[in-house]
């Protein structure tokens, strides 16, 4: 069965600090991982994905995560922190074995950024 | 042009009472989800539809029944409104079969029992 782990339920960065929030899972078939950001009142939205191919997948507002399947982990990073990147972050894997029904979310990071 | 959208936004009721939440895409998707987020922002995936045939169904009471017309559209209703159903409830879309099928959500309902 698939599982994700989010590590950290809370981190806290520096504005200009690098952002480091952590993910492994766990899936018995190649997984597709994603990362979803979610700002206050609203819905999930995607900052990234990985299928295939490349492992190191650049996203939106700057994220990037890589896969490591050795470490079993898709680390999310951004180089230099913004206020505006304040949300709550899910890791989350699916697999084509599927058809990608069941996606499983991790419990969630909360990012704060101080000034 | 909102991709999926809900209604309503927020809803506040009654216990024992019933309500229905809406959910529509326009996105051409073939699959339409039902989430749960409790006030921990635990997101739990409820119900998932493909085609309009049910293929998903976690454990949950029998007091939720979703339900969808079309493949655009995806309704919940839940009978007999209990305090532990005050949460986010979330509808998302997605393409089935398609790689790295990436879920689209909609803004949420917040539902409130009373």
């Known amino acids: 069965a698939q599982s994700v782990t989010q590590l950290g339920s809370h981190v806290s960065v520096s504005e200009g600090a690098l952002v480091l929030l952590r993910c492994n899972y766990s899936?018995?078939?190649?997984?597709?991982l994603f990362w979803y950001v979610q700002y206050p009142n609203q819905g999930l939205q995607l900052l990234l994905k990985?299928?295939?191919?490349?492992?190191l997948v650049k996203g939106i507002n700057g994220f990037e995560a890589e896969f490591k399947k050795s470490e079993t982990s898709f680390h999310l990073t951004k180089p230099s922190a913004h206020m505006s990147d304040a949300a709550e972050y899910f890791c989350?894997?699916?697999?084509?074995?599927?058809?990608?029904?069941?996606?499983?979310f991790g419990a969630g990071t909360r990012l704060f950024v101080k000034a | 042009d909102t991709a999926v959208s809900q209604t309503p936004k927020y809803l506040v009721t009654q216990m024992g009472n019933d309500k229905s939440i809406k959910c529509e895409q326009n996105?051409?998707?073939?699959?339409m989800y039902w989430y749960k987020q409790d006030s921990k922002k635990f997101l739990k995936i409820m119900f998932s539809?493909?085609?309009?045939?049910?293929?998903i169904n976690e454990t949950v009471p029998n007091r939720f029944s979703p339900k969808s017309p079309d493949k655009a559209h995806l309704n919940l209703h839940i009978n007999s409104l209990e305090l532990g159903d005050s949460a986010v409830y979330f509808c998302?879309?997605?393409?089935?079969?398609?790689?790295?099928?990436?879920?689209?959500f909609g803004p949420g309902t917040r539902l409130t029992v009373l």
């Open positions: 998302a879309s997605s393409q089935a079969f398609r790689r790295g099928n990436e879920q689209f």
């Open positions: 899936s018995s078939v190649p997984p597709y």
């Open positions: 990985y299928t295939t191919g490349a492992t």
């Open positions: 989350a894997v699916s697999d084509l074995k599927t058809g990608g029904f069941k996606t499983i």
């Open positions: 996105l051409g998707h073939d699959t």
């Open positions: 539809y493909n085609n309009k045939e049910l293929i």
